[in-house]
Nanobody
Framework: QLQLVDSGGELVQPGGSLRLSCAAS????????FAWFRQAPGKEREGVSC????????EYADSVKGRFTISRDNAKNMVYLQMNSLKPEDTAVYYCAADAHDECSRYYSTYYDYWGQGTQVTVSS
């Protein structure tokens, strides 16, 4: 069974950068699509970005396009979310998600069966 561990979240000032990491174990990543979701207090879980199993297809929410970059390193069993120009509205718990699909989806959390535990990102001065 695939297991995911999220890390990298912390307190950062507006305009700053963070890189979130998702460490996967249990299966080779080659056949898994990944996504990053986030959930702020009192709000629904939101899909931020996703990457297909091949890495050839990537999607971003409009709110993060041009600021966030998703990537994967199958050899290291890692998926990353580089976040630049962070804003207070990016504050949320961020979750890595995965499932055995070729294509990814950032719209439906039910598309993914495997989830990390979440990592808190707080953007505040």
């Amino acid at each position: 069974q695939l297991q995911l561990v999220d890390s990298g979240g912390e307190l950062v000032q507006p305009g700053g950068s963070l890189r979130l990491s998702c460490a996967a174990s249990g299966f080779p990543l080659d056949y898994y699509a990944f996504a990053w979701f986030r959930q702020a207090p009192g709000k629904e879980r939101e899909g931020v970005s996703c990457i297909s199993s091949s890495g050839g297809s990537i999607e971003y929410a409009d709110s993060v396009k041009g600021r966030f970059t998703i990537s994967r390193d199958n050899a290291k069993n890692m998926v990353y979310l580089q976040m630049n120009s962070l804003k207070p509205e990016d504050t949320a718990v961020y979750y890595c998600a995965a499932d055995a699909h070729d294509e990814c989806s950032r719209y439906y959390s039910t598309y993914y069966d495997y989830w990390g535990q979440g990592t808190q990102v707080t953007v505040s001065s």
